[in-house]
C-alpha cells in the first residue's frame, strides 16, 4: 500500500498569504496524484488531478505541481473561503489512498 | 446537475450491518464507477472499494474484504454499500464518490454510521 505523508499538520496564515502545502508518497507514484479540499460538515472536493490539472471550476490560484514522490499545492493568494482541510490522493496502484491532510486555518 | 443523494444516519450495535444507498442522477449512471469512501471522526479518508455499474464487478480494499459488499440497480441508478460485523472502529461518515480515472469528482452528502451497545 502506497503511504501518502502530508506536512505540515496545520498551516497558520491570514488571508492574502500565500500557501504551500506538501503531499509525500512512500513510492513513485508517478504525476498520478490528486488533491481535494474539505470544509467541516462537507465532502471533499477535487481541486487538482494528474499532479497538475485543475478540476472543472475550481480557481487559478489553485496550482499542483511535482512528480515522482514529492508533490506541492499552492495558494497564491488565500480567500477567507480557502480555510479548510486538504488532502492528497494517490491512483497509482491499488488500494486508492489519501494522505491525513493539512489543515489552513 | 450531477447528484448523489444518500441515505440518512443510521446507529448500529455492535456485531451488525449497516447497508448504505446512494441514489445517482444527472449523468450517465453506466460511464462512471461509484466507490465508497469512509472518514472516522477527526481521521483522513479511507478508500473502501468501487463498483462497475454495467456488469456489477466490485474492486474492494483489503482492510474490508469478507466483510463489505457493495452492490447497484441499474433501474433507479442506486448505489449500496453494506459493512457486516461492525465494530466501534466503524463508527464514521461513509460517502459513495463517483470517479473518472480513479479520481472522485462528485461525491454524496455523507451517511454517519456509529456503533454503539
Known amino acids: 500500500e502506497i503511504v501518502l505523508t502530508q506536512s505540515p499538520a496545520t498551516l497558520s496564515l491570514s488571508p492574502g498569504e500565500r500557501a504551500t502545502l506538501s503531499c509525500r508518497a512512500s513510492q513513485n507514484v508517478r504525476s498520478y496524484l490528486g488533491w481535494y479540499q474539505q470544509k467541516p460538515g462537507q465532502a471533499p472536493r477535487l481541486l487538482i488531478y494528474d499532479a497538475s490539472n485543475r478540476a472543472t471550476g475550481i480557481p487559478a490560484r489553485f496550482s499542483g505541481s511535482g512528480s515522482g514522490t514529492d508533490f506541492t499545492l499552492t495558494i497564491s493568494s488565500l480567500e477567507p473561503e480557502d480555510f479548510a482541510v486538504y488532502s492528497c490522493?494517490?491512483?497509482?496502484?491499488?488500494?486508492?489512498?489519501f494522505g491525513g491532510g493539512t489543515k489552513v486555518e | 446537475q450531477v447528484q448523489l443523494v444518500q441515505s440518512g444516519a443510521e446507529v448500529k450495535k455492535p456485531g451488525a450491518s449497516v447497508k448504505v444507498s446512494c441514489e445517482a442522477s444527472g449523468y450517465i449512471i453506466n460511464d462512471y464507477y461509484m466507490n465508497w469512501v469512509r472518514q472516522a471522526p477527526g481521521q483522513g479518508l479511507e478508500w473502501m472499494g468501487r463498483i462497475n455499474p454495467i456488469s456489477g464487478g466490485t474492486n474492494y480494499a483489503q482492510n474490508f474484504q469478507g466483510r463489505v459488499t457493495m452492490t447497484r440497480d441499474s433501474s433507479t441508478g442506486t448505489a449500496y454499500m453494506e459493512l457486516s460485523r461492525l465494530t466501534y472502529d466503524d463508527t464514521a461518515v461513509y460517502y459513495c464518490?463517483?470517479?473518472?480515472?480513479?479520481?472522485?469528482?462528485?461525491w454524496g452528502q455523507g451517511t454517519l454510521v456509529t456503533v454503539s451497545s
Open positions: 490522493q494517490q491512483r497509482l496502484n491499488w488500494p486508492l489512498t
Open positions: 464518490a463517483r470517479s473518472h480515472d480513479n479520481w472522485f469528482d462528485f
